[in-house]
């Protein structure tokens, strides 16, 4: 790769000595093109801030002024306030922090302030800065001629700053240095004039240009868009390139279906498959039969009848003589996988195996001979059934149930080893947006399940506070009386593990002993031994326990139609994305479902809580998660550090910047996939350069 002055480290720009180079890089800037993509968070302009001499009483306003003079003032209470008075052509203000006198330390006079809160009446007008940035310190204000320069018809620009490395360093740093950066943006520049031209974006020296410098609010937008299109198509381009190797590169296995166990299957079924199901299992029949390798996400609602579909897929492996493998997240959740799949088998006379960690040593040693022999066609486990290498006679198909993880890591791994090529069929029950479907999955193909099996009565989700659990009691009383069944869930949180787990046996003890007593109340967690907790899943599931508190989440996954309360304590201390899988434990039977959220949580957690309660469209719930949480979090839990994958796109804005990066991508890999062509020769150079250490990093390279 030529080497540009942006990969220079940061110290050689002006003004950054060895201290100030260090603290760039404890905040991830360390050469000057990661100065260069340190964008503003914030833009102010005339439209948002407001001349000091307009200030008015009863205004929530942002202004900017310099200081004129400063001071601590107490008060007969005993409260110290710093006050300043702020200056511009129009007039002046005071301005005041009551309980921040420190500010006096870090404030001086002559300094050029942005500040932002509610204008008072206190002996005079009054602004109460709730936010307060220095822009410009006094030295560099005079010499650039203040606030009137500073308002010149400027946009203020305010960047992610810290502790060590304030605005009005990072701004004196980028006044200095921010013409030769943009002078060297289109270094990185791979999209030729035309390129740029067909796809309506700028280049990157007027891209950063825009983000740095508008003229006006507007062109930073625009700017936004540009390297959320870059962000957006490299990581579909590495997807692409794993998608080909996965599937085109080496054939997979062009499965042969006789129908001898997919006719007697669906023969026994107490139900017929629903049109998203059969729709599926012909996409996936089509993929398998066809010697390219399958590399497929089957997405749906907990509840939309995946295990059934996958059921189906072994067989068809199984009926082409080879073996397949269902991975599960958990344990509980392998063993609950094939408690049910031998259940829906038994009339067809199919065996299913189940290798857990915990098994004995010999039944574990039985059960891997029958894989490596090849008498056993269909196994249930974890992930260290991959992972392990564990020898497989002929691996034909691997379904990964990944419930709402995105383990992209796990699924490489797969995809890499060399010794199997099975097909590949992912199982997910978040409801994902199609955008982050195509973001995150965007190496595999897919099939949605987008339709719930008939004859389900949506659950009613209620929301209620820590006093009111009475009424709620009564209600599970009510339902345990009418014969059927409710679940009691305590969140787990890793750092106090402890403290909840007793918070939830103390809960589960008073629940037993006093709420309900009478009822036979169960009590599952993480910690009980496997044995345990297969026992009292087991007497849940037949029916001989009526009230099961559990701490455990994802580990409730257990298929019980009889029940009918989720009753769920310190809900907001669940995402939403978490709620729905819970919620979607209850009301799988003809009965009704009630989800109940028990929250003593201020009002911000409410109101979240209260948008999940309005819907039961697990789409709707998965975007109402994403915009709380941000996307960070999707990427699995490697994310940290303030470089995310994305930092530009944003998901749920960009859908169109997505799928077009997506077409290019895949195009761009059909037609030269190792970009060895000399046009693609700047493609190849930011992939292998800046971004493949980036994806990489989160496992998606
Ligand atoms: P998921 O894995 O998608 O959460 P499951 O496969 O566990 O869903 O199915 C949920 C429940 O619905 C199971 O009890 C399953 O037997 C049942 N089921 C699956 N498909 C159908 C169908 N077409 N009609 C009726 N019930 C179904
Ligand atoms: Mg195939």
Same mark, same amino acid.
């Given at each position: ?12 720009? *002006? ?25 503003p968070r914030r833009y102010d302009d005339?439209?948002t801030v ?12 942002t202004a900017v002024g310099r200081v004129?003079? *400063? ?13 300043a008075?702020l200056?511009d ?6 301005a ?10 870090k404030l001086r006079?002559g300094d050029v302030l942005l500040v932002t ?12 800065p709730?936010e307060v940035t220095v822009v410009a310190r006094a030295s560099e204000a005079e010499a650039e001629g203040g606030v009137e320069a500073e308002q010149r018809?400027r946009i203020y620009v305010t960047y992610?700053a810290?502790?060590?490395?304030p605005q009005w360093v990072l701004r004196s740093v980028f006044e ?33 240009? #825009? ?70 299992? #012909? ?77 004995? +040593?010999?039944?574990?040693?039985? +059960? ?208 939403? +994305? ?44 998965? *975007? ?41 991508? #895949? ?35």
């Open positions: 790769m030529s080497y540009s002055q942006l990969d220079r480290p940061v110290q050689f720009l *002006k003004g950054v000595g060895p201290k100030r180079a260090e603290a760039f890089v404890r905040m991830g800037i360390l050469t000057a093109r990661d100065l260069l993509y340190h964008v005339a439209s407001t001349p000091i001499g307009r200030l008015d009483i009863g205004m929530d306003a004129r003079s *400063k001071g601590v003032i107490p008060t007969r209470r005993g409260l110290r306030i710093f006050q008075v200056e052509d129009s007039g002046m203000i005071t005041a922090w009551p309980g921040q006198p420190w500010l006096d330390r006079e809160g509610p204008v008072k009446f206190f002996h005079g007008r009054q602004i109460q709730r018809g992610p810290s502790e060590e490395l200095r240095n921010l013409d030769a950066l943009l002078g060297w943006a289109d270094d990185d520049e791979y999209l030729g004039r035309e390129g740029l031209a067909r796809r309506g974006l700028p280049s990157l020296s007027q891209a950063l240009t #825009r983000l740095h410098r508008p003229e006006r609010i507007q062109q930073a937008e625009e700017g936004r868009r540009r390297l959320a299109f870059d962000e957006l198509f490299f990581l579909q381009l590495v997807q692409a390139q794993a998608r080909r190797r996965a599937t085109e590169l080496e054939p997979g296995i062009a499965h042969v279906r006789t129908n001898e166990l997919i006719r007697p299957l669906h023969e026994a079924l107490p139900f017929a498959l629903t049109g998203a199901q059969t729709r599926a299992l #012909r996409e996936i029949y089509a993929d398998m039969t066809a010697p390219a390798r399958m590399n497929r996400l089957l997405q749906g609602d907990v509840g939309s009848g995946k295990t059934v579909v996958a059921l189906f897929a072994m067989l068809l492996a199984a009926e082409g003589g080879h073996q397949s493998a269902l991975m599960a997240p958990t344990e509980i959740l392998a063993e609950q996988h094939a408690r049910r799949m031998r259940e829906l088998l038994g009339p067809v006379g199919v065996e299913i195996a189940l290798v857990t960690g915990s098994m004995t +040593a010999p039944a574990r040693r039985a +059960a891997l001979e029958g894989l490596a022999s090849g008498a056993t066609k269909l196994v249930v486990g974890t992930h260290a059934l991959i992972q392990e290498g564990i020898a497989f006679r002929s691996l034909g198909l691997v379904v990964v149930d990944e419930q709402h993880r995105f383990g992209v890591r796990q699924r490489m791994a797969l995809l890499e080893r060399k010794d199997v090529r099975p097909d590949v069929l992912v199982m997910s029950a978040t409801p994902i947006p199609r955008s982050l479907a195509l973001a995150l999955y965007g190496d595999l193909d897919l099939s949605v399940l987008d339709e719930l099996p008939p004859g389900r009565t949506p659950v009613e989700t209620q929301l209620c506070r820590r006093d009111d659990r009475k009424r709620i009691y009564e209600l599970v009383r009510r339902e345990v009386e009418a014969g059927r069944q409710a679940y009691v869930v305590y969140p787990l949180v890793a750092e106090s593990e402890k403290v909840d787990l007793l918070a939830a046996t103390d809960e589960f003890e008073r629940l037993r002993d006093d709420v309900f007593a009478g009822r036979r109340v169960g009590l599952l967690h993480g910690q009980l031994a496997t044995a345990d907790k297969d026992r009292v899943m087991r007497a849940f599931v037949a029916g001989e326990i009526d009230v099961l508190v559990t701490t455990t989440v994802i580990e409730v996954g257990i298929d019980v139609a009889n029940a009918s309360v989720m009753l769920v304590e310190h809900a907001e201390r669940f995402g939403l +994305a978490q709620l729905h899988q819970l919620r979607g434990r209850v009301g799988r039977g003809k009965d009704k479902g009630y989800c109940i959220l028990v929250a003593d949580a201020g009002d911000a957690a409410y109101e979240r809580l209260d948008t999940f309660r309005k819907t039961t469209d697990g789409f709707e719930v998965a *975007k109402a998660d994403l915009r709380i949480r941000g996307q960070g979090d999707l990427f699995g839990s490697q994310q940290h550090g303030t470089d995310p994958v994305l930092r530009f796109a944003d998901l749920l804005t960009d859908e169109d910047l997505l799928v077009e990066a997506q077409r290019e991508a #895949r195009a761009l890999i059909a037609a030269d996939p190792e970009l060895v062509n000399a046009e693609h020769v700047r493609v190849l150079a930011q992939l292998t350069g800046r971004y493949r250490e980036r994806l990489e990093m989160y496992g998606v390279g």
